[in-house]
Nanobody, 121 residues
Framework: QVHVTESGGGLVQAGGSLRLSCVAP????????MAWFRQAPGKDREFVVV???????SYAESVEGRFTISRDGAKKTVYLQMNNLKPEDTAVYFC???????????????WGQGTQVTVSS
């Protein structure tokens, strides 16, 4: 079964950093767009960032300049480096993959279970 698995969440103080990982253990990893979404309590799922073939990326304005997405093709892993975290970043973060780069969650059919990120004041 095709799947992805996130890890790296935790509790951090405002201004701190975390790095999330998403492992997608299948051969065609490089041909897929990989995205991060997040969902805070009582809120809708929100786009964070997506990366596609050749390192093309698209960031949500709320994280531009603070978050960085990257890939390790050998490890079939995508990372989300989150710096200068704010309490507003608190959410469950989900990794997802699909055939095209999109900010719309409906474009992604394979989702991880999520990892909790909590940023304290």
């Amino acid at each position: 079964q095709v799947h992805v698995t996130e890890s790296g969440g935790g509790l951090v103080q405002a201004g701190g950093s975390l790095r999330l990982s998403c492992v997608a253990p299948w051969t065609s990893f490089g041909a897929y767009a990989m995205a991060w979404f997040r969902q805070a309590p009582g809120k809708d799922r929100e786009f964070v960032v997506v990366t596609g073939t050749g390192g093309r990326t698209s960031y949500a304005e709320s994280v531009e300049g603070r978050f960085t997405i990257s890939r390790d093709g050998a490890k079939k892993t995508v990372y989300l480096q989150m710096n200068n975290l704010k309490p507003e970043d608190t959410a469950v973060y989900f990794c997802a993959t699909g055939p095209i780069i999109s900010r719309d969650s409906s474009a992604y059919k394979i989702w991880g279970q999520g990892t909790q990120v909590t940023v304290s004041s």
